[in-house]
Structure formats: structure tokens, C-alpha cells
């Protein structure tokens, strides 16, 4: 029978740091092991961990960063990102992780981002690449350190004194701000959220039990840590529960995504979290030649953590690697966000992932989802998230804030025992998505056999032909057209005064610049979506430039991209 992981260190524990303390006699235990193509693997005992955290804590100390500071960190180095997590919370600071630009983020729109968001903050400082700093500087009034000047201020390991002659860390309360999570928005103000310790411990313990994490598990992440995502479940769950984890640069993964059957082949892989393009992308950009020597039957779970799942990614995913030994058993979902610290509802590991066909029709006009034969034409598959975490409720509610019966479609809305008091300087916010203690996350969906089902974002519904309909199916449909980039398609609304409702706008990325092969991806998309979902989309642009707006945590903004898109159109 599996051994089952002692958790009891997180009910006495008060803080993280409490939390991560090493046991005796563990610090030759691993802690991280750093994988990266091309180059040999990186092992980081847990001994060494706390040594590089003390380290980077004299170092941060050195150049004036204390306890209540908020720091900005902006880098892209996924231990040394790790390692500043860390030090900063030893010294009771708070850090706060951003993203470094990428080509899905337009240069000019990051830097003017990360200028509002030190002052929104009121950041003590930014932390960032050295080739970013001086850009940074240029921008607003928050100090800016390169990394460099963190590394060179970092005490030689050799001269590093005991432990226990280290200040004490800073013993913070159960309900202070361990870190501040940034929103993924792209305009605007910021939604960040203040995390706290206690809200963390709870979130750790109540996933680990439900994903029934075992000692020799080994946890699997490239999702970056400026995501929830990659911070709890790639850095802080497995330190916490004491198991191995194993990372990759996300840039490094979305180049050559077979790193990840490395994680598998040479470090024993079990869990691994991604969001729903990462099924498609494995899927289609895997060779065969990478998949030699690898067997996936030591997997426990690939969890989709993505708001929207779709039933058609995981079946591409069986299709490519079921030869492997990937199985409906190994599959899970996740439905989370930052305001609950990470994870709402999650599968439990080792049971096939529920799915529901329900008539689209009646999805659409009604808001009911009523079930139907998965093999009727007029079906649309939705999956599963799950049942709630331990200590989560989940209602969902109508547009009076009244809570709604199964298989009604309305807001998701939660209350939970890790759930964030607030935004970060945003009360006229936090006042708008609060009622008695239960937050309205945006999303919907509904409810059945006590399990959660996302159907799309408020904020994205398209009403046309008194129709209403989510982007992300459209989306979906698009993205099976071979030729379209996964993950590159942006579908939204667009006022139609003469009709007096929405015509539809579709966006898709494409590598081809012959124009008749275009032209074929178009009549492709046009016919599919014809004939899938009965609707007649009012325009349609393949494009082979980078278009597509990301937010920072890599979701389509739709709303950024309608305002390019109308923009970009003739006036008259």
C-alpha cells in the first residue's frame, strides 16, 4: 500500500518560513533539480537551498531591502528567482514576481506596465536584468537594481557563517503578507493580490491531500514562477511536503517541449500542472525520435489547470502519447485562480476526469445545460474541474446574485479558508467582487453531481442573434485547423449598429505567407465553425505576424486585442 506523506508540520507551522524549515538530518535530501536542454542537470539539496537563501538574504540586506519592503522581481532565472523568493521572505520583505518580455509581449506596453505597477505598489525597489534595468530607470520613480549588483553583494559560500549566527528571520504572523501576486492584466491598474501565510499553509495542505502526494513523488513544473501556477505548485508545494521537483525554463519548454519527457526519463516525473495549450503544444511539436526511451505508466497525473478545458485537447494528448503509457487515469483538471492563492476545485488523482455533453443549444439561448448524447450532432463536451478543495465553497450565482440550481449557467462564486481579503490598494474593486465574504470571480459555469464546470468569462460573452457564446469555443475550433498556431487565436465581439447585435471577429496566427494557403485556412476555420456551432463569423483575418495580445501569465487578452483590432479598421 502507498505511503501516505505526513503533513502535520503545516497545522503548527505559522508561517512559510516556519513551514520550510529542514529536518533534522534532511539536508542531503533534494530540493530542486534544474533541467535545461543542451546542458546537465543542476541538483539543489535542501541543505544547499537554505544556504543560497541565507545568502541571497545578506546579499538583499546588503543593499538596503528590509523587513515590510515590497519588492518587484523581474527575472528570468528560474533558481535565482527561486532563491530571492526566499531570501526576501527571511527578511520579511515582501516580494512581489513579474514577468521579463517575451515575444508575446510588445515591448512598449511591458515596460509602461511595470512603471504603473512600482508605483501602485509603491515598490521599494525592481529587481530585474541588468540588460532591463537602465529602461526600467527611465520609466518611474521606483529604485531599480540589477542583478548583477545582487550577485556581487552575495557572500561567498565559503565565508558564510553558521546558521545560527544569521539574524533571526523575521517572525511574521500568520496573517501578514508573504508575497503579492500580480494579475495577468495588460491595461490599466493591476489587480494584485496580497497572499498571506496562512492563506498559503492552507492552500499546500488542502492540494496535497486532494492530489494525495506520497513521498516519492517528484514534482514536475516550467510553468514561470511570476504565475501561481509555477510558484505554489512547482516551488512552494513540493519544498513544504518535502518531495523533489523538477525545473525548466518556460521559454525553454515552449521552444523544445520534449524537456518535459526528460523530467520523466531521467528524474521520475509523477505531477505535473499545465495549462490546456501545453496538451495541443506537446501533442503537435514532440518528434517521434524524442520519445524513445520513455514510459509515462510512473506519471500520476498531467493536470489541465487552465479556466477553460477542453475535452478535444486531451484526446490529442491520448492519441499522441497513449503508445507511452499515458492514460484517462493519469489526466486531471484544475480550476484556480490568484485570489485563492492557487486551486478552487481539482480532480482526484488516479480517477478518470468527468465529462458532460450537454445540448449547445440550450446552453446558448437558455443558459441550461441540459444533457444530451455525447454523439448527437448538437452536443458540445464539457469537462470536469472537479469537486472543491477541502475548506472551499463554490456557489453559482445569477445576475442578482441569487444562487442557482444545478446545470443552471451563472457567475462562479467562492468562499474559502484560503481565500484573499482584498486588492492591493483597490477597495472600490474589492467592494464591487465581494458579497458577505464571497467573491465573484468572473467566470462561468455551473454546477453538477456536486463537480464545477467553466464555460467562459463574463466579461467575453459575445450575445449574438440573441445567441450567447463564449469565445474559447470558437477559439477551440480554430486552433484544430492544421496551419493555425496554437494558442494564437483571439475571437471577440464586434457592435453591429445596423443588425442592432454582435458580429463576431476572428484573429488566427499562421506560419504561411502563401496567400492561397491562407485563403484555404480561412474557408477552413469559416466551414468548421459553420458546422460546429451553427454560426456565421463576421470577419475573419489569418495573419502571420505576432498579433495575438498575451497578458503576462500567457492568456489571450480579447479585450486588448478587440480595441487593436477596431483600431486597425478604416473609419469610414
Known amino acids: 500500500m502507498p505511503q501516505s506523506l505526513d503533513l502535520s508540520h503545516l497545522r503548527g507551522a505559522r508561517t512559510l518560513l516556519d513551514a520550510v524549515a529542514m529536518p533534522a538530518g534532511g539536508g542531503d535530501a533534494v530540493a530542486f533539480t534544474y533541467i535545461e536542454t543542451g546542458r546537465d542537470a543542476v541538483t539543489v539539496t535542501r541543505g544547499a537551498f537554505h544556504d543560497e537563501a541565507r545568502r541571497y538574504a545578506r546579499a538583499l540586506a546588503a543593499l538596503g531591502i528590509g523587513r515590510g519592503d515590497l519588492v518587484l522581481v523581474a527575472h528570468d532565472d528560474t533558481l535565482a528567482v527561486t532563491f530571492l523568493f526566499w531570501g526576501l521572505l527571511r527578511l520579511g520583505a515582501i516580494p512581489s ?50 542583478f548583477s549588483r545582487v550577485r556581487a553583494a552575495l557572500p561567498a559560500l565559503s565565508g558564510l557563517p553558521p546558521a545560527d549566527a544569521d539574524p533571526a528571520p523575521h517572525a511574521a504572523a500568520a496573517d501578514d503578507v508573504a508575497y503579492v501576486q500580480t494579475s495577468s492584466g495588460t491595461t490599466g491598474a493591476q489587480r494584485c493580490v496580497p497572499t498571506t501565510h496562512r492563506m498559503v499553509l492552507v492552500q499546500v495542505e488542502a492540494l496535497a491531500r486532494r492530489m494525495d502526494v506520497r513521498p516519492d513523488d517528484v514534482i514536475a513544473n516550467w510553468m514561470p514562477l511570476y504565475h501561481d501556477g509555477g510558484l505554489i505548485f512547482g516551488v512552494v508545494l513540493p519544498l513544504l511536503c518535502r518531495v523533489p521537483c523538477v525545473l525548466m525554463s518556460p521559454l525553454d519548454w515552449v521552444r523544445r517541449p520534449e524537456i518535459l519527457l526528460r523530467s520523466i526519463r531521467e528524474h521520475g516525473g509523477t505531477f505535473f500542472n499545465m495549462p490546456n495549450f501545453a496538451f495541443n503544444h506537446m501533442a503537435r511539436r514532440i518528434r517521434e525520435r524524442d520519445m524513445e526511451d520513455v514510459r509515462m505508466e510512473g506519471v500520476r497525473a498531467f493536470v489541465n489547470g487552465s479556466e477553460r478545458v ?27 485562480m490568484a485570489e485563492n492563492t492557487l486551486m478552487v476545485t481539482h480532480t482526484r488523482t488516479g480517477t478518470p476526469v468527468v465529462v458532460d455533453a450537454v445540448d449547445r443549444a440550450r446552453l446558448e439561448t437558455e443558459q441550461v445545460a441540459a444533457p444530451l448524447a455525447a454523439d448527437d450532432p448538437g452536443a458540445v463536451i464539457n469537462v470536469s474541474c472537479g469537486p472543491p478543495l477541502d475548506g472551499v465553497e463554490v456557489f453559482v450565482f445569477d445576475e442578482n446574485d441569487l444562487p442557482l440550481p444545478e446545470r443552471r449557467v451563472g457567475q462562479v462564486a467562492i468562499r474559502s479558508r484560503s481565500l484573499f481579503s482584498g486588492y492591493y490598494r483597490r477597495p472600490e474593486l474589492t467592494a464591487e467582487l465581494f458579497r458577505d465574504g464571497i467573491f465573484l470571480t468572473g467566470d462561468m459555469g455551473y454546477l453538477a453531481g456536486g463537480e464545477l464546470y467553466i464555460v467562459g468569462r463574463l466579461k467575453d460573452l459575445i450575445i449574438n442573434g440573441g445567441k450567447n ?75 502571420n505576424e505576432r498579433w495575438v495580445i498575451k497578458t503576462s501569465s500567457g492568456k489571450t487578452s480579447r479585450a486588448a486585442c478587440r480595441r487593436k483590432w477596431i483600431a486597425a479598421r478604416p473609419t469610414t
Open 97 to 146: 514576481l513579474y514577468t521579463v518580455p517575451t515575444d508575446r509581449l510588445f515591448p512598449e506596453v511591458y515596460m509602461a506596465n511595470v512603471a504603473a505597477l512600482g508605483e501602485q505598489i509603491d515598490a521599494r525597489a525592481v529587481i530585474t536584468l541588468d540588460a532591463l534595468a537602465q529602461d526600467f530607470a527611465k520609466l518611474g520613480n521606483t529604485p531599480v537594481v540589477g
Open 310 to 336: 477542453y475535452h478535444t485537447s486531451f484526446e490529442n494528448f491520448l492519441g499522441r502519447f497513449g503508445a507511452l503509457g499515458a492514460t484517462r487515469d493519469r489526466l486531471g483538471v484544475a480550476y484556480g
Open 469 to 543: 457564446l463564449y469565445p474559447a469555443d470558437i477559439e477551440e475550433i480554430a486552433t484544430s485547423i492544421p496551419g493555425v498556431r496554437p494558442g494564437r487565436v483571439a475571437v471577440f465581439g464586434v457592435p453591429d449598429e445596423t443588425e442592432g447585435t454582435e458580429l463576431i471577429a476572428l484573429v488566427a496566427e499562421v506560419d504561411t505567407e502563401d496567400p492561397e494557403q491562407k485563403a484555404e485556412i480561412e474557408r477552413a476555420i469559416r466551414r468548421a465553425v459553420m458546422q460546429r456551432m451553427t454560426l456565421t463569423l463576421g470577419f475573419v483575418d489569418i495573419l
